[in-house]
Structures are given as structure tokens and as C-alpha cells.
């Protein structure tokens, strides 16, 4: 059975750093596309970061390209999100995600993923 748990989520002011990690157990860590989620109040989940299961370099949404950096450590099963220059609009609950079989097109796509974890809160305020 797969599980992910995300933590490392809280306040923050803008400017700030936070990194979020995603556990992960039950699948064979490098077998999986793995990815960041977000959703804000009132808004559908967004894309954030991925990794396809045959490695290459991560993608990030427009939005914080430059700012968050995505990372795995197959070691420890387990993949993070560093966010750096944090602005009030990344505030949201942030989602990790993982599936066996989808392709590189659709990395950026929530439907294609089975497996969630259950979210971890991001507040940038001052």
C-alpha cells in the first residue's frame, strides 16, 4: 500500500524559506513520477513540480520557477520541496503525489496522479 506524508509546512513572512518533505513507502521510489500540488482557498489544485521516474531535470510551474527547488532522496524514500523568496500568494496546502505510469506530457496534470498524501499548510504572511 502506498502512502505519502508531506511536513515541514507553517508561517512564514514573505522573503522566507520553508522545506517541505514527502515521505514516501510502499512503492519502489524511483519507479515513480513524483510532484507538488497546491491549492489555495476557493481555488483548484495547481501545479507546482515534478520529476518523472526516469529522473532528468525537475519541472516547475511558471510561478515559482527560480524560487523552489525540487529534490529526491531515494536513499530515504523521500522527496523535497525548497521554497525560497516566499511570497503571499504561494499560500496554500501543499499536496505530494506519486504515480507508477504516467507519461512525460502529462507530469503537470493532476488527473494523472493515483496516489496523494494528505497536505501540509503553507501561510506566507506578515
Known amino acids: 500500500q502506498v502512502q505519502l506524508v508531506e511536513s515541514g509546512g507553517g508561517g512564514v513572512q514573505p522573503g522566507g524559506s520553508l522545506r517541505l518533505s514527502c515521505a514516501a513507502s510502499?512503492?519502489?521510489?524511483?519507479?515513480?513520477?513524483m510532484a507538488w500540488f497546491r491549492q489555495a482557498p476557493g481555488k483548484e489544485r495547481e501545479f507546482v513540480s515534478a520529476?518523472?521516474?526516469?529522473?532528468?531535470?525537475?519541472r516547475y510551474a511558471d510561478s515559482v520557477k527560480g524560487r523552489f527547488t525540487l529534490s529526491r532522496d531515494s536513499a530515504k524514500n523521500t522527496m523535497y520541496l525548497q521554497m525560497n523568496n516566499l511570497k503571499p500568494e504561494d499560500t496554500a496546502i501543499y499536496y505530494c503525489?506519486?504515480?507508477?505510469?504516467?507519461?512525460?506530457?502529462?507530469?503537470?496534470?493532476?488527473?494523472?496522479?493515483?496516489?496523494w498524501g494528505q497536505g501540509t499548510q503553507v501561510t506566507v504572511s506578515s
Open positions: 503525489a506519486a504515480d507508477q505510469s504516467i507519461i512525460l506530457s502529462s507530469l503537470s496534470s493532476s488527473t494523472g496522479y493515483r496516489h
Open positions: 510502499g512503492l519502489t521510489f524511483n519507479r515513480y513520477a
Open positions: 520529476i518523472h521516474r526516469s529522473g532528468g531535470s525537475p
